[in-house]
């Protein structure tokens, strides 16, 4: 069964570090642009970051620019989000997202993916 699984979320304090990883099942998803969206409690899911399946382009959601870095590495079929500088308003459940069709650039913009996993919750406190 071709799946996502994401690990890494915990509590940390505001201006604090976390490390999302997400873990693919195939090794078809080398392939795939790959994604991180976000939900907050009441709130609709928002984009994140996106990787092409090279790791060469990269886009990040205006809100996190600058303090947050997508990576992926291809051999462990594994992609990253590393959270610095983090803020009270990143506290959200966080998602991978994968399709073999949809670019990097247009995952921002997409909610049609082929491939989501379940989630895990990132929270920031004051």
């Known amino acids: 069964q071709v799946r996502l699984v994401e690990s890494g979320g915990g509590l940390v304090q505001a201006g604090g570090s976390l490390r999302l990883s997400c873990a693919a099942s195939?090794?078809?998803?080398?392939?795939?642009?790959m994604g991180w969206f976000r939900q907050a409690p009441g709130k609709e899911r928002e984009f994140v970051a996106a990787i092409d399946w090279s790791g060469g382009s990269r886009y990040y959601a205006d809100p996190v620019q600058g303090r947050f870095t997508i990576s992926r590495d291809n051999a462990k079929i594994m992609m990253y989000l590393q959270m610095d500088s983090l803020k009270p308003e990143d506290t959200a459940v966080y998602y991978c997202t994968a399709d073999p069709m949809i670019t990097a650039q247009a995952i921002g913009t997409s909610r049609s993916m082929d491939y989501w996993g379940k989630g895990t919750l990132v929270t920031v406190s004051s």
């Open positions: 195939e090794r078809s998803f080398r392939t795939y642009a």
